[in-house]
């Protein structure tokens, strides 16, 4: 018997999450949520090599396509262990891990960005745009479209596109996702242009051992984002070089009025600002906050503690769908330097990376910041009852009863 998807049950609790989210973005009376996904049949052979994505609130279930063929599980699990090429069955034990939520992907902290930023896209009449630049095997394109986002997807890496291709048939998502099999460039003067492609990380080389290199065609990032409200954009390309181009160029499109991105979540390198190559991506955070109003957080990705934090920090727990978050208050280019090698977090752990969100709406203020209980608040710790996540800083306002 064919498989068919599973019925979007979310729609079934809508009405009771309604009121919720009615409340949280402030109408007085929600439209009823469109369908996520048309009635279909899904290709047989692409829904035969799909996996149920790990399930979080407040997502429909959904699949991902994760190998070429039915049960091998080869772009979803290392190729190699060790020196020898993996077992089909241990190649299959990381799909069964994948679907319970233990694997590198889908990130948390970035599900929980997707699931913070577009909540909201079913109850909006005029719909959601998100884009993806970097796409991978486009697990979070997925959790972007199941919220009925329209994505913009771009990836390079064939057989990954092949794979997001595949992930869209298998939802019935055609019209909702777009994806671009391309580089990704800041100029619009390089739109259309050939350039080399080393490969990126991967779930099925997680050390980069066994890179594909091939040609690719540059898209530029203004054709994504001009004249358009964009919800959410992510931006993760493996490139520290190129996300700094992205990132300068949307600050430019942002004082000029060409782009307007409600929130963007980015990986940055901290050896880049360890050894000053940072400096432009310092300046133009520090602008996005201090000249285009948009407020800072850093994630939880190589995050190792959230007390005896630097002065630039507040911290911030469960924050709409975030766990843990440090929101950032207005930096200093130099500031900004400092922030970005995280040799506190060095100390600790790894520290090669780091996240950050940036968005127009603040987050864990105002009624949000009174999602709380007198009576636990006061066995929590004393880091945990202080929290202001950025209450005070940013010209906010403390929520009511919560001290200054």
Sequence with gaps: MQRRPAVLEYLASAA????LITAFYHVTAPPPPPALAASCSPPREDYERSYAAPRYFPFPPFRIVL?????????????????????RAERQAHCRSFERGGEMMPEPFVVQVI???LAHCPYTPAGCIAVDVGGNLGIHTAYMASLGARVDVV???VDLVAAIGATVRANCWGGRVAVHANGITARAADEGRAAGFAGGWRLDDRAGARRRRHEMTLLALPTLLRKRRVDLLKIDIDNSAIEMELLVELERMTAVGEADVRAFVVEVSASSARDGRAKPLARVLSRLQQQHGYHAYRLAHHLHTMDNLEPYYSPCYGARAIKY???IRPLRPQQWMQLLQTRRDLALGRSDTSSYVFTKEAVGQGAEANWNSASMDKTMPRA???ARCGAGSDGLPLAKGRGS
Aim: with cysteine; net charge negative.
């Design 325 to 327: 978050m440090l929101h």
């Design 155 to 157: 990836e390079p890496a």
């Design 384 to 386: 945990w009852r202080e």
């Design 16 to 19: 009771a999450g309604a009121l």
């Design 115 to 117: 699931a913070s930023f």
């Design 67 to 87: 190998e070429t063929s039915p049960g091998e599980c080869d772009l979803g699990a290392p190729a190699y262990n060790g020196s020898r090429r993996s077992t």
